[in-house]
T-cell receptor, first 114, second 113 residues
Framework: GENVEQHPSTLSVQEGDSAVIKCTYS??????FPWYKQELGKGPQLIID?????GEKKDQRIAVTLNKTAKHFSLHITETQPEDSAVYFC?????????????FGQGTILTVHP | ETGVTQTPRHLVMGMTNKKSLKCEQH?????MYWYKQSAKKPLELMFV???????ENNSVPSRFSPECPNSSHLFLHLHTLQPEDSALYLC????????????FGSGTQLSVL
């Protein structure tokens, strides 16, 4: 089955700096890669996603890149703000016989210091 | 608000108790999921329902029993739990199981004493 590794487990940055979180996956059939943000006391919320036919996607201050050959994808947050502080999860989805199965990474606790 | 509501938000139960977690989605989705979130571990998929039919049981112990009476409601019945079952239980929904975009509720924080 799919295995997703996420690094780092914790990340501390100053407000205005950039933050990068990286994930690798094992199943070459995976074709959809979402990123979720979980704030304290809430469930994870989808913030950006990318499909395997695209190498990069951007939405305002956040962007995701995908390297299919190397089987890794990354989340980039620019001009970080204190409200970006949360736990971020990457995930991979293969579809096919894996319908309904998103495999999540272990999560990254991002802290943005004012 | 994500359109997925879970109750209760917090639950403390003894190992001999029987309790139920409830999830309701107002998004018109047809697939619903239970996930377990433990500290320092990835989210673990427990059960998947598509159009009220269970399509996945991810080797979950029988002390967890799901129920999906219709596409909008999902329950997780709990009995004779163990302390290691203490975790945040998250419900999610999607248009159907072929649609990968999940919408999560805020979860039920369960403590088993």
């Amino acid at each position: 089955g799919e295995n997703v590794e996420q690094h780092p487990s914790t990340l501390s940055v100053q407000e205005g700096d950039s933050a990068v979180i990286k994930c690798t996956y094992s199943d070459s059939a995976s074709n959809y890669f979402p990123w979720y943000k979980q704030e304290l006391g809430k469930g994870p919320q989808l913030i950006i996603d990318i499909r395997s036919n695209v190498g990069e996607k951007k939405d305002q201050r956040i962007a995701v890149t995908l390297n299919k050959t190397a089987k890794h994808f990354s989340l980039h947050i620019t001009e970080t703000q204190p409200e970006d502080s949360a736990v971020y999860f990457c995930a991979a989805y293969a579809g096919g016989t894996s319908y309904g199965k998103l495999t999540f990474g272990q999560g990254t606790i991002l802290t943005v210091h004012p | 608000e994500t359109g997925v509501t879970q109750t209760p938000r917090h639950l403390v139960m003894g190992m001999t108790n029987k309790k139920s977690l409830k999830c309701e989605q107002h998004l018109g989705h047809n697939a619903m999921y239970w996930y377990k979130q433990s500290a320092k571990k990835p989210l673990e998929l427990m059960f998947v329902y598509n159009f009220k039919e269970q399509t996945e049981n991810n080797s979950v112990p029988s002390r967890f029993s799901p129920e999906c009476p219709n596409s909008s409601h999902l329950f997780l019945h709990l009995h004779t739990l163990q302390p290691e079952d203490s975790a945040l239980y998250l419900c999610a929904s999607s248009q159907d199981i072929a649609n990968e975009k999940l919408f999560f509720g805020s979860g039920t924080q369960l403590s088993v004493l």
